[in-house]
C-alpha cells in the first residue's frame, strides 16, 4: 500500500484572520509530490522536516528525516518492522519515539543518543493521538506496560511515566485519558498522576485526538460513524459555542460534519468534505485558533483523502496529507497512493520525485 502524504504552503497565514461569517478563501497549490507507505509526521526545531519509517532492506527499520527540499538524514535504525502510528516527536524535534509492529520494543531517540527498552510481551495497543505516546515537551510518556532498560542512556528516569491501559492524550502538562463515558483530567505530582476530574463525554464515543487551538483545548470524538467536538476547557452547561463563533460550525451546513479535527503548535485543523460523499475528495481547508478561522482552497487536479489525519507544521504554513493518486469510485487503501508539497499564491507544481 502506498500512501500520498501533501505538504501545503498557506498565503498569508499567520498574518490574516478571516472574518467569522465571510470568511477569505486564501489559496494553496501543491508543489512536489512523491510515492510513499506509512504515516509521516513533523518533526524539526527550526527548519521544517518531516519523519517516517523506512525498510532498509537488510531486516530492519529506519526513521528517517525529510526536508522539504528532499534532503534526507537517518535519525536512528532498528531490527524489524515500526508500529506507524507510534512514531512520535516532540515539539522541538529533539526526542523521537516509536515502538516496533510486535510492541515488545520501545525505541526513545533524546539527545542525539538512542535509548532502547524492551516489554515481557507485545503491548496490542494501538496509538490514537500525536502526543499519546510521547507529550509534546518530551518529558512524559504514556505506554500500558513496564519498560526494561536494554541499552543506551536510561532516559526514563527523568521523564515522567504514565502507565494506563487507556490512550492517554499529552496537553499542557496534563494527560487526558479516554475512559468508557467520559475524559479522565490527570496532573503530575509529588505522587505522582494524580486523577484531577472526569469530564463527561458521549457513550460509545472515542477521541481521535485533543488539540490546542490557540487557548482553547479542543477533543475530537468519533464512533465510526459520527463526530462529536468538545472544548475541554469550557464547563459543560451554559459555555460560550466559540466553534460557533469564528464560524466553523457554519461550514457543516454546506460541507460534511463527520470529519476529526487535528492540530499542533496551536492551531486545529480540518478538511472540508462532501456531504454523503464516501470518497472524501477535499474541497478545502481549515484551520483555527479561538479566535478566528482561515478557509483555504487547493488549485489541484482532485484529491481524495486516505487517512483521517492533517498535519501542520509551527508556521502553520505547511500541511500534510494522505490522499489516493487518483479519485477512486470505491476508496480501498490497496489502492496506489503518494506524497505532495503544496504553496501559496502564483506558485505551480516545480518537481516531483519518487521514493520506492
Not at 467520559?182 to 505522587?191: A, H, K
Not at 480540518?270 to 484551520?287: H, N, S, W
Request: proline share 4%; hydrophobic share 40%.
Amino acid at each position: 500500500m502506498l500512501q500520498l502524504v501533501f505538504g501545503m504552503l498557506m498565503a498569508t497565514l499567520a498574518g490574516s484572520h478571516a472574518v467569522a461569517a465571510q470568511p477569505v478563501l486564501l489559496p494553496a497549490t501543491i508543489v512536489s509530490a512523491f510515492d510513499f507507505r506509512g504515516k509521516v509526521r513533523f518533526c524539526y526545531d527550526q527548519q521544517p522536516e518531516f519523519i517516517y519509517f523506512r525498510k532498509t532492506g537488510n531486516g530492519r527499520s529506519a526513521v528517517e528525516a525529510r526536508s522539504m527540499d528532499a534532503s534526507i538524514r537517518t535519525i536512528f535504525d532498528f531490527p524489524g518492522l515500526g508500529d506507524d502510528n507510534s512514531l512520535s516527536c516532540s515539539v522541538d524535534g529533539s526526542t523521537v519515539e516509536a515502538l516496533n509492529t510486535t510492541q515488545d520494543r520501545l525505541y526513545i531517540y533524546k539527545a542525539s543518543q538512542l535509548s532502547v527498552y524492551k516489554f515481557d510481551r507485545g503491548l496490542l495497543y494501538s496509538v490514537k493521538g500525536q502526543y499519546s505516546l510521547l507529550s509534546p515537551d518530551g518529558s512524559a510518556i504514556s505506554v500500558p506496560g513496564d519498560p526494561i532498560h536494554v541499552s543506551g542512556p536510561d532516559v526514563l528516569r527523568q521523564m515522567r511515566f504514565l502507565r494506563t491501559k487507556r490512550n492517554a492524550f499529552f496537553e499542557g502538562g496534563n494527560a487526558y485519558l479516554d475512559e468508557d463515558r467520559s475524559i479522565d483530567l490527570y496532573q503530575y505530582g509529588n505522587d505522582g498522576w494524580q486523577k484531577q476530574r472526569s469530564i463527561a463525554k458521549p457513550a460509545g464515543f472515542y477521541i481521535h485526538e485533543i488539540s490546542r487551538c490557540g487557548s482553547r483545548i479542543l477533543a475530537s470524538l468519533g464512533n465510526g460513524e459520527n463526530a462529536r467536538f468538545i472544548a475541554l476547557d469550557e464547563p459543560s452547561k451554559g459555555r460560550a459555542d466559540w466553534l460557533k463563533n469564528i464560524g466553523v460550525r457554519s461550514l457543516f451546513g454546506a460541507f460534511s460534519d463527520q470529519v476529526e479535527f487535528d492540530g499542533a503548535y496551536g492551531r486545529c485543523v480540518f478538511p472540508l468534505l462532501g456531504m454523503r460523499d464516501g470518497r472524501k475528495i477535499i474541497l478545502g481547508i481549515v484551520t483555527f485558533d479561538n479566535e478566528a478561522m482561515q478557509r483555504f482552497t487547493v488549485a489541484a487536479p482532485p484529491l481524495a483523502m486516505s487517512d483521517d489525519d492533517i498535519s501542520l507544521s509551527k508556521d502553520g504554513c505547511h500541511a500534510l496529507i494522505s490522499a489516493f493518486k487518483q479519485v477512486p469510485d470505491i476508496p480501498e487503501f490497496t489502492m496506489a497512493q503518494n506524497v505532495s508539497f503544496v504553496r501559496g499564491r502564483d506558485v505551480e507544481r516545480h518537481f516531483d520525485y519518487r521514493n520506492s
